[in-house]
T-cell receptor, first 110, second 116 residues
Framework: GENVEQHPSTLSVQEGDSAVIKCTYS??????FPWYKQELGKRPQLIID?????GEKKDQRIAVTLNKTAKHFSLHITETQPEDSAVYFC?????????FGKGTRLHILP | GAGVSQSPSNKVTEKGKDVELRCDPISGHTALYWYRQSLGQGLEFLIY????????KSGLPSDRFSAERTGGSVSTLTIQRTQQEDSAVYLCASSDDWGRRTGELFFGEGSRLTVL
């Protein structure tokens, strides 16, 4: 089945710096790659997604890039703020279901 | 309701007992998922329902786990003869992606299961 590998598991960055989280997937048939943010004690929520017909997508301070040849995709957060502190999950589709990576705990340092 | 509703929010049970967890998805959503999140861990896929198709049970960790979805709406996840390693938060999500490949998942608040 689909394996989604995510790293790092923990990331600490100074407020105002950029954060990058990387994921790889195994199923070449995957076409949909969402990212979810889970704040402490809350449910995961979609923050951005990308489909395989594009290589990059931006939404304000967040962007996602996709390299289908290498089966890599990444989340980029610029000008990080305290409210960016959370666990971020990448995911990929396989047979119409969504499989998640193990998550990255992002700490924004003051 | 406005969102995905799960019950109970917390369940403490003794090892060996059976438990049932309920998920009420967003009205009209055809896809329903169950995931398990252990302390500090990721979102482990358990089972996926899509419309009237046979469910994808490939993520269920053992035959003690089962799930059903009645009338294409409410779903129940049943864990028989619970073990301590079953302790986790069980998250339900629904999606309106019929006819499309995939769509946004809307998660419930989860059911926290503690097996003593």
């Amino acid at each position: 089945g689909e394996n989604v590998e995510q790293h790092p598991s923990t990331l600490s960055v100074q407020e105002g710096d950029s954060a990058v989280i990387k994921c790889t997937y195994s199923d070449s048939a995957s076409n949909y790659f969402p990212w979810y943010k889970q704040e402490l004690g809350k449910r995961p929520q979609l923050i951005i997604d990308i489909r395989s017909n594009v290589g990059e997508k931006k939404d304000q301070r967040i962007a996602v890039t996709l390299n289908k040849t290498a089966k890599h995709f990444s989340l980029h957060i610029t000008e990080t703020q305290p409210e960016d502190s959370a666990v971020y999950f990448c995911a990929a589709d396989r047979d119409d279901k969504i499989i998640f990576g193990k998550g990255t705990r992002l700490h924004i340092l003051p | 309701g406005a969102g995905v509703s799960q019950s109970p929010s917390n369940k403490v049970t003794e090892k060996g007992k059976d438990v049932e967890l309920r998920c009420d998805p967003i009205s009209g959503h055809t896809a329903l998922y169950w995931y398990r999140q252990s302390l500090g861990q990721g979102l482990e896929f358990l089972i996926y329902f899509q419309g009237n198709s046979a469910p994808d049970k490939s993520g269920l960790p053992s035959d003690r786990f089962s799930a059903e979805r009645t009338g294409g709406s409410v779903s129940t996840l049943t864990i028989q003869r619970t073990q301590q390693e079953d302790s986790a938060v069980y998250l339900c999500a629904s999606s309106d992606d019929w006819g499309r490949r995939t769509g946004e998942l809307f998660f419930g608040e989860g059911s926290r299961l503690t097996v003593l």
